[in-house]
């Protein structure tokens, strides 16, 4: 596993709107870096949001707000046109949050105002009076909450701007960055195209031709040509980049008070994001980064279409995504099902004539066929039987090692995780509780959900002593209300006042695990410090 | 203690017709539920573990055949039976808890008139006393608001409640028998827990056996006093909950142990059984375990191996149980 991101969601979040208002609150703030080539488990119990949170990240459900930034495509082979849409934006962002941002002062101004009235009254005295006051002050509130939103509202506007161009959002030359980003824009579309004609003339993904053609001299000075194009495409593109780069930090605009401060211009280029944002992708363009992306679902039956060959459904991907001629689709067909462990005459049989563990190996096999990146796994070997599972398991690992395949495995069976996955992401009610390398969060887990979480999972030795209280009582509340504060609070056996009040902050108790719990946060030792009884 | 019996099956073979031929499930099936016993049969899916259940209460469909040398429930042999007996055996004697309970639930009817009306129907008791009974069971299988519950309808439950709601009903008609088919499978672990703990104490209660039917290990060893391992219809190994667990004989059992991802061990290595268990159209001639078995002799391809005793209600079902692998 290397400690590059493939993935990383910034603050997604999923709501299923019921109307009247109320919505289902599926994922809430999710923030995370998937790293490429790891395994990682998301376990918890049903409703946490797992599916839902594989689904987002897949684009399969659109996300409520939030990023899902992929970094496994360079920009340059992504087609950019969404890019170039966000680069038309840049003027409408800064303008947005400029008048947002004026807004908030003439408000601040009636908010005072409204409170200098409020003072002539007194609240003490006649009933008018006090009438009188409490509109007042009722006035100024709201006016100063508005103020304070729409303060929101123009650091919104600035953050959008930021993922595309970072501080230079805040630039007085906003026009000349825009040019000199579309011009890179204009140069990635044509390396894009010429990389496109590399890839037709298979030299970019010798597995898609028959290695006699490629070696044709036709062929040859064509690849050299568009090979050269490309380069030169790239290195403008790259001259334009560095071009506006070099503006940064200059020439500000003063839109908010906080312009002015280094430490914000670090924020917003922090922002500036250097993968892709499925979120902003069109249908189409999704269709083409989809291909690194794939699902394999739980039930092997039905993902496949019972009136449809073996063959048939794992040659379905070439022949969406790929130009490849009959013959060579096959060829492919049967070399992943050997790579899956079936055998050729499995090419012409229908679902029905597999076992379920044979299914799931075909879902299998249609999932990597077109070498993806991010493969989800939703609760994917949950309907084999253990004597198959492990089979399955292994076959997972091999293309894993084989392919540097990034798995997102999403299960409830939590023996499988342990065993399988590197790091384990822990989720209750849409939230994340813990995050850890699989071996500590078993070990060691920190929060009292993991803790339950585990104590609640039969294995297989007889218990040495019969225990009568089961680790965690009562059931996960509705995600449509979800509790106040720490969302675990009605369930934990730990809990602190502060949890009912105030959501705890996501903190790192140890190196690279962390823990979203009051327990391990500086203030709440401190208050635990305080308590009559051990809280701990 | 013979008389301690609640349950006493003989040599149970079951086959159902497709397209006018007899596929055989259960190859002569024998075994015994004591009152106060917990018996787990445990196996994959396909194995014949509901086929069992299924045959024992009579509630297969038309195009099966269940052929037995004996069933006997509290004494009483079953197999001599007329469906409309049986009917009645089903409602006093068995109570049935399956996985989904909804399908055991009528979705139209609140929670309170099905538990009053099987109470009047195979007790006689009056409303009156019917509500007081339901009201009972359901604090005893510790449901919150039991009142408010007997107003709602089952789908205005969660799946763990809908579950605990089942097992009140079965229990306010104080069966001699309990069988849970994978009654856990499909709820959370936190919520399986609590439904395991609450059929553990409620054992010790009842004046029944329980048939617990599972493909969990994990939940075996939690609930078991005894488990039969099934492999496509036929016992191979029977044992008490730590002969079983420590003491694994037959390979498939072993096998089966290996396979299982145990959170408590330290370095497992995914270890499968080779092959998938077979469907009921494949003829197996020997041992059915043969084909997957790493321990497998001509012998096994040959002659079907008999049940051996290893210890005091331990036996297994293999030719080659002495050799360790
Ligand atoms: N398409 C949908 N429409 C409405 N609600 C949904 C939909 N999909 C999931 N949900 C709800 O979102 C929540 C999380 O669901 P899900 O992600 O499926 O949980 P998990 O996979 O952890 O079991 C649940 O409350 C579920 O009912
Ligand atoms: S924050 Fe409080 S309620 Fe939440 S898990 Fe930690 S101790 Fe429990
Ligand atoms: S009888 Fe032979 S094939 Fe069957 S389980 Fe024993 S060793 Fe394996
Ligand atoms: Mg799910």
Not at chain 1, 135 to 144: G, I, K, L, V
Not at chain 2, 12 to 38: N, W
Not at chain 2, 46 to 66: F, Q
Not at chain 2, 165 to 184: C, G, K, Q, Y
Request: hydrophobic share 40%.
């Amino acid at each position: 596993m290397s400690l590059a991101p493939l993935m990383t969601l910034n603050k997604l979040k999923k709501r299923f709107p019921l109307g009247g208002g109320r919505s289902i609150k599926a994922v809430e703030d999710i923030s995370l870096t998937v790293f490429q080539g790891e395994k990682l488990g998301v376990v918890g119990e049903s409703g946490c949001g797992k599916s839902t949170l594989g689904r987002v990240i897949l684009q399969l459900y659109r996300q409520t707000s939030g990023a899902c930034v992929y970094y496994g495509k360079s920009l340059q082979e992504a087609r950019p046109r969404y890019f170039a849409r966000e680069v038309r934006k840049l003027p409408r962002y800064q303008r947005r949050a400029d008048k947002a941002y004026q807004r908030s002062l003439q408000v601040e101004d009636q908010a005072r105002a409204a409170r200098a009235h409020m003072e002539e009254f007194s609240a003490q005295a006649s009933h008018r009076e006090t009438r009188a006051y409490n509109r007042w002050s009722r006035r100024a509130d709201r006016q100063a909450f508005r103020a304070l939103e729409l303060r929101k509202q123009a650091s919104r506007q600035l953050r959008e701007g930021s993922r595309t161009v970072g501080s230079l959002i805040l630039s007085k030359d906003l026009d000349q960055v825009q040019q000199l980003y579309t011009q890179a824009l204009h140069q990635l579309t044509q390396a894009h195209q010429a990389r496109r004609q590399l890839l037709r003339l298979g030299r970019l993904a010798p597995a898609y031709l028959p290695d006699s053609e490629k070696d044709m001299p036709e062929h040859r000075a064509a690849a050299e040509l568009a090979q050269r194009r490309m380069n030169q495409a790239m290195d403008s593109a790259r001259a334009a980049l560095a071009q506006a780069e070099g503006m940064k930090h200059q020439n500000l605009l003063m839109l908010t008070e906080r312009c002015g401060d280094p430490a914000y211009w670090q924020k917003l280029d922090n922002n500036q994001e250097s993968g892709i944002n499925l979120g902003k992708l069109s249908g189409r363009e999704l269709r083409d980064v989809r291909r690194d992306l794939q699902m394999i679902f739980q039930d092997p039956a039905a993902s496949l279409d019972p009136r449809q060959t073996v063959g048939r459904a794992i040659e379905e991907p070439f022949r969406i995504h790929t130009k490849l001629d009959k013959a060579a689709r096959k060829a492919r067909a049967v070399e992943l099902l050997e790579i899956v462990g079936m055998k050729e005459e499995h090419h012409g049989y229908y679902p029905h004539q597999l076992s379920g563990g044979q299914k799931q190996r075909v879902g299998i096999a249609r999932a990597i066929a077109l070498h993806p990146r991010f493969v989800v796994l939703d609760e994917s070997l949950s309907a084999l039987d253990v004597s198959v599972q492990a089979q399955v398991l292994l076959l997972l690992n091999d293309l894993q090692a084989q392919f540097g395949l990034t798995y997102f495995f999403i299960t409830h069976n939590l023996g499988v995780v342990k065993h399988f996955c590197d790091r384990v992401m822990v989720m209750y009610l849409g939230h994340i509780c813990e995050l850890a390398p699989a071996k500590p969060l078993f070990d060691r887990p920190l929060h009292p959900y993991t803790r339950s979480l585990l104590a609640s999972v039969p294995v297989p030795q007889v218990p040495e002593f019969e225990t009568d209280e089961a680790p965690l009582m009562g059931e996960v509340p509705s995600a449509v209300s979800p509790p106040g504060g720490c969302v675990f609070h009605p369930r934990c056996p730990d809990m602190i006042p502060i949890c009912q009040a105030q959501r705890p902050p996501m903190v790192e108790a140890a190196p690279g695990h962390s823990v979203c719990c009051h327990l391990y946060t500086k203030d709440s030792l401190e208050e635990v410090a305080h308590e009559p009884g051990p809280a701990l | 203690m013979p008389g301690d019996l609640v349950l006493e099956v003989r040599d149970l073979k079951t086959s159902f017709q497709l397209h006018k031929q007899d596929y055989r499930v259960l190859h002569g099936v024998s075994f015994e539920v004591a009152r106060h016993e917990t018996l787990c049969v445990v196996g994959e899916s396909g194995c014949g573990k509901s086929v069992m259940t299924l045959s024992i209460m009579g509630l297969l469909p038309e195009n099966a055949t269940v052929q037995a040398q004996s069933i006997r429930l509290d004494g009483q042999e079953l197999t001599a039976l007329s469906p409309r007996q049986m009917n009645k055996v089903r409602g006093r004697k068995m109570g049935m808890i399956f996985q989904e309970p909804m399908t055991c639930l009528n979705p139209l009817l609140t929670i309170g008139r099905q538990m009053t009306e099987g109470l009047k129907l195979h007790l006689g008791l009056g409303k009156e006393e019917a509500r007081r009974v339901a009201l009972e069971t359901l604090k005893q299988v510790g449901v919150s608001n039991p009142e408010e519950r007997l107003r709602q309808y089952p789908f205005q439950l969660s799946g763990g409640l809908r579950q605990r709601v089942m097992i009140a009903m079965v229990l306010s008609l104080n069966p001699r028998l309990l069988i849970a088919d994978e009654p856990t499978t499909a709820l959370d672990v936190t919520i399986q827990k609590q439904v395991l703990l609450l059929l553990r104490q409620l054992k010790h209660q009842l004046d029944a056996g329980v048939l617990f039917i599972t493909h969990d290990l994990g939940v075996v060893a939690e609930i078991a006093d005894r488990v039969i391992v099934l492999y496509a219809g036929v016992k191979v190994e029977e044992g008490g909950v730590r002969q079983i667990f420590e003491q694994p004989a037959h390979p498939y059992t072993i096998g089966l142990l290996a396979a299982v991802p145990n959170i408590k061990s330290e370095g497992y290595t995914l270890s499968p059984i080779p092959g998938t268990p077979p469907n009921i159209a494949q003829a197996i001639e020997g041992c059915r375990f043969h084909p997957r078995c790493g321990r497998a002799t001509d012998i096994c391809r040959e002659q079907a191996p008999a049940l051996r005793a290893l210890a005091p209600g331990h036996s297994a079902a293999c030719h080659h149980l002495e050799v360790r692998p």
